[in-house]
Each structure stands twice: as structure tokens, then as C-alpha cells.
């Protein structure tokens, strides 16, 4: 096995940039489906030119402004339209993050990241380990899975975006919108920004929400297989030679190390999401709960249900994979105690003690390190947004 497996990742950053200059096609593992074609095919990532990049976020930064100023010239009208306003503008605002994030603040970080993944894959592949190497086809045929599930859902989110507006006697758009100076709803506005939504907002917002979603949730599922293959490493220490026991252990503690670099750069690019995430889904969530108690027509109600179970889908699949991986990282410390440190000598003990103190800390993803990505915390901000819609309907009473 070669021994750039238990190097430091963020000390040899020098190394992997060598590495990913030789290797132009981490886009076509097969862990990652078609979700980081779909970045580099849209410019997120990659060598896309500054023209492109601002393209493709002016609409949605456009879109958001006049979300901003519709709600404040509406906020004393209907109130289910409001709530649903509310709803549509945490989705905007949710794909304007998620695009700054990968566009401007870590792109370099984020190609780095899948590039290593990549050499790591491709590593324990040729270890031979035929636990590992089914485990590892798990993984990928489960992260294809769900990326086709979540493309699915989002076929039926445009279809039901498309047709929303169609819902209503008067013209509608897909997000309402208003702007000072001129009326959007008046020819030819209404169909210039009709077409901007369907054609530009609605298309750039699923290309970039689920392929994230999608590869935070590769991350998660790739970070249970590497923590397996600790364990197992753990498990088959010599125990023999005790020479050959203290540098296998030693090696160990390394790879450990190494998991948690891992972990700590997939936390660096999603812990501002998942913090906006946390704040903006119980204030969708409610809202349109909201909306659908107010409304009466059927296909309001149904458009109404679609939103909320794809936003409600991506939401509780992430924290699903994270308190996995969160639960996975909490059995090295039994897999470290359960080596044959009895046999060994002083340094070998002290080597375990280390090993099991640094365990117990559990290998967490948080919102913005908050609050931990748990289905506990899942659980909180429904019931939380639970509360506060029952809130807004005594108010309305």
C-alpha cells in the first residue's frame, strides 16, 4: 500500500495540486453520477469565465431584489400570499448561497476536495479488501440512486413551478416579483420576466441545489466507508510482533488523522449552507403550511405539496447521511480499545490512549458550528416550525 495514504491532506496540499493537474477526469467517477459535470458544464467549478459565472448569477440576484421589494409593497395584503412569498423567497435565497459559496468563496477548495476523494477511491479500490470493495460499490450505486431520485423530484418541482402561475385568474410569475418604476405585470415585462424565470431562474436553481446536495451527501457516505476501513485496519493489527503492532497502529492513528482533515474541509464548504439551511427551512416549512391551510383550490394545494416535499426531501436526506457518518465515527474508539494494546509496550499504550481520547470527540457536520447535523436537530426544526405555524393560524383566527 502506498504510503501517500496516511499523509496529512491540508499539509501536502502541494502534492495533491500536482496530482490534480495530472488527473482532468475526476469528473467521470462514478461516485459522483453526473453532479460535478453538471458544475463544470454550468461554470460553477472549473476554468468557466468570469462572464459566464456572472451570467448565471445576475438572474438569480435580480430575482431576489424583487422578491425584497414585492414583499415590502405587499406585506399588508392577503397573508397566505405573503407566507408563500416568504416561501419562495428562502428558496432564492438558498440557491443565491449555495452558488456564492461554490462560485466565489470556495472553488479551489471544492475541485480539491473532489480530486482527493477521487485519489482515495482509486486507492482503496487497489487495496483489495472485499469488504471495502463492496461497500464501495454500495456507495456508488446508492449515491446514482439518489441523484436520480432527486432529478426525478425535480422534474416534478419544474412541472409544478411551470404550471403554478397558470393556477391564478391574474397574471402570476413563478417567484412574484416587483420593481420600482414600471409595472412587471404590463406587456412586455410580464413576458420577459416570465421567460427569465422558466427558462434562466428555475433550470439554474436545480443545477446547482441538488448536484450540492447530491455530493455533500457522496461525501457523507464515502466518509462512513473510510471510517469502516479504519476499523477494520484496527481490527487486523498484528499481534504477534509487537515492532510490527505499534507501527500498524501508528499508521492508524495517521489515517485517522487524515479522516478528520477530511471531515474538517467538507465542513468548511458546507457549514454556511447548512447554517442558512437550518434558518431558512423552518420559516419555509411554516410558510408553506401555512399557504396550503389557506387555500382552497386544489391545484394550489397540490403545486403547494410538491415545493414543500422536495425542499423537506433534500433537507432530511442530508441530515440522515450526516447522523451516519456522525454514528460510524463514534465506533473507532471501541475498534481502537479492542486492539491488542495489552501485548504491547509503554509507547504502544500511550499510542491507543491518544487514539481513543481523540475518538470520542464524534466526527461531526454542523450548521455553520451550531448545531450539529443530526436527525435529533431535524427533528427540532420541524417541530419547531410545527409550533409556529400553529402560531400563525391562532393569529389569523
Known sequence: MEIWVFFNFSSDISIWNKIGHIMHNYQNLQLYS??????????????????KMSLMALVPFITEIGQLFNLFVTLD????ETGLNFFFLGVVTSGIIRQFIITALKDEKYVRLLRWVECWYHELERSGNPQILGKLQDITKRAQTLT???FY??????????????SFEERKFVVDVSYPFFDVKQTPFYEFFFLLQALVLVPTFCCVYLPFTNLLITFLMFGEVVLLDLRLKLNNIN???????LRELKEC???HKKIIEFRNDVEDLVALVNFFDVALFGLMFCMMLFFISMVDDLQSILTALIFIGFTFYTIAISYYHANKFTNESFEICYAAYNTPWYNGNLQMRKCVAIMIARSQKPLQITAGGLYPMTLETFQAIVRISYSYFSLLQGLNQ
Open 77 to 80: 395584503k392577503d397573508i397566505s
Open 148 to 150: 436520480r431520485i432527486g
Open 239 to 245: 499481534k504477534n510482533d509487537e515492532t510490527v503492532m
Open 253 to 255: 492513528i495517521a489515517y
Open 153 to 166: 423530484a425535480a422534474c416534478i418541482g419544474m412541472v409544478g413551478a411551470f404550471s403554478f402561475p397558470f
Open 34 to 51: 453526473v453532479n460535478v459535470k453538471i458544475f463544470l458544464k454550468f461554470g460553477f467549478i472549473g476554468s468557466a469565465s468570469k462572464m
